[in-house]
């Protein structure tokens, strides 16, 4: 700047020629532009852009604005979705079924243009795929039914036929869970013993602690010892009480005094774990009924949610379980577990599809944060997304 200015100043005193002025202007023109520039990219750099909401981290409601019903917070399976969260976990937790069926089908239609035996090959692998043989003809057929003989020739147009009929099937039409539609609310989680009901209401309880409600466990399994205990260390990590009976005792009465005491003191959400254990599977139906029942005693609108757990790693096995609950006992939703541990997730399709009944949430690993809201877009996109 010195340099500039000071010939500039003695420029001036010496009434300079014609020529020297328009010289010395154009210099100072040209200092003053460089200047302009200077201060601009400065301020641009000091001043980001407005960065974008951050999706993975949704504003929650306060406590105290929750209290309206239309303003639930609620976790997961009811919030609006944070837009393509966590996409890099639910590859992983799919990592083993992406390598099963889904890896064979791809492996199939990896050719430019198919050979004319496709589709007893496409027929096959659909079969042994662990989605149920009712659930693979059905893909098998809508592959056939809506593509021509020349689009049967086109690997992509086959894939997608397969992906869209997967999304359809996983997308059963049922409203999201309010669960603010009661106080207390009661979801009741059933299923055979290990499938990973009592470390799924762990889970839960977590989630719904953090959306700022009031929790109450239920140790409806009252058969061992071990499992009132394991739900009361669930109870301890997401900081919820846990309501638990004399080992042995009656599982219908204890939820029952869980939901009286809830209603007293005023708890949002009671859980209740049962058991999956019996000798016979009529009595296991029996006492789920009787549950049921006694539920209705401390509340006539209860239970507002009744789940079933399944084990992914169980592949067709969850369809047969599935069936049989959904005999003996109203089903509002499935938590499928495990995904994390086995190739067999595409069983999911095939339980959607006999059943009607919603996936609400999967479980890809054994931690507190490892219980996702289903999301039938999501899932599906990852489970058939070819880029890696
Ligand atoms: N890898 C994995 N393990 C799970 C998952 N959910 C539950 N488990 C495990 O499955 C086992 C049985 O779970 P538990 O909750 O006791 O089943 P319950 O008998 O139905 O109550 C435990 O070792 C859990 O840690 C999951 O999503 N992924
Ligand atoms: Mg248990």
């Known amino acids: 700047m010195f340099s500039v200015t000071m010939p500039l100043a003695q420029a001036i005193g010496s009434a300079p020629s014609t020529d020297q002025t328009s010289l010395l ?20 750099k000091a ?51 992406r390598s099963g069926f889904i890896a064979r089908i791809a492996e199939l239609l990896s050719k430019k243009q198919i050979a004319d035996d496709l589709l007893p090959q496409l027929e096959e692998v659909l079969l042994t795929a662990d989605i149920g043989p009712k659930t693979a003809e059905h893909l098998f057929s809508q592959v056939r039914a809506t593509l021509s003989r020349s ?58 602690v953090e959306a700022g409600r009031k929790v109450l466990l239920a140790a409806g399994d ?45 708890f949002d959400l009671v859980i209740a774990d049962t058991a999956g254990r019996l000798h016979v599977k009529e009595q296991l139906m029996a006492e789920l009924q009787k549950v049921r029942r006694v539920i209705k005693k401390a509340d006539p609108s209860a239970p507002h949610e009744t789940w079933l757990v399944l084990d992914s790693t169980q592949g067709q096995n969850t369809i047969a379980q599935a069936r049989t609950f959904k005999e003996a006992m109203e089903i509002s939703g499935i938590v499928l577990t495990k995904l994390d541990g086995t190739a067999k997730g595409g069983v999911i399709l095939g339980i ?30 990852v489970l058939y997304d070819r880029s890696t």
Not at 175 to 181: E, K
């Open 25 to 44: 202007v154009a210099v100072g023109l040209a200092v003053v532009v460089v200047i302009l520039l200077v201060v601009w990219r400065l301020r641009h």
């Open 47 to 97: 001043l980001p852009s407005q960065p974008a909401a951050d999706p993975s981290t949704p504003a929650l409601p306060s406590r105290a604005t929750t209290d309206s019903p239309s303003a639930d917070p609620v976790p997961a399976a009811t919030s609006a979705k944070p837009a393509r969260a966590g996409r890099d976990e639910l590859r992983a937790g799919l990592a083993k079924t």
């Open 151 to 208: 689009e049967l020739k086109d690997p992509a147009a086959v894939w997608s036929v397969i992906k869209e009929e997967s999304r359809r099937l996983l997308q059963v039409d049922s409203p999201p869970v309010d669960f603010s539609a009661h106080k207390p609310f009661v979801l009741l989680v059933i299923g055979v013993n290990g499938v990973g009901k009592t470390t799924t209401i762990g889970k839960l309880a977590a989630q719904h």
């Open 222 to 266: 009252t058969f061992r010892a071990a499992a009132v205990e394991q739900l009361e260390i669930w109870g301890q990590r997401a900081g919820v009480p846990v309501v638990r009976g004399k080992e042995g005792g009656d599982p219908s009465s204890v939820i029952f005094e869980a939901i009286k005491r809830a209603q007293r003191e005023g």
């Open 352 to 381: 959607t599809h006999e059943l009607s009944v919603p996936v609400r949430y999967i479980g890809v690993g054994e931690k507190i944060g490892d219980l996702r809201a289903f999301d039938a877009e999501d899932f599906v996109d």
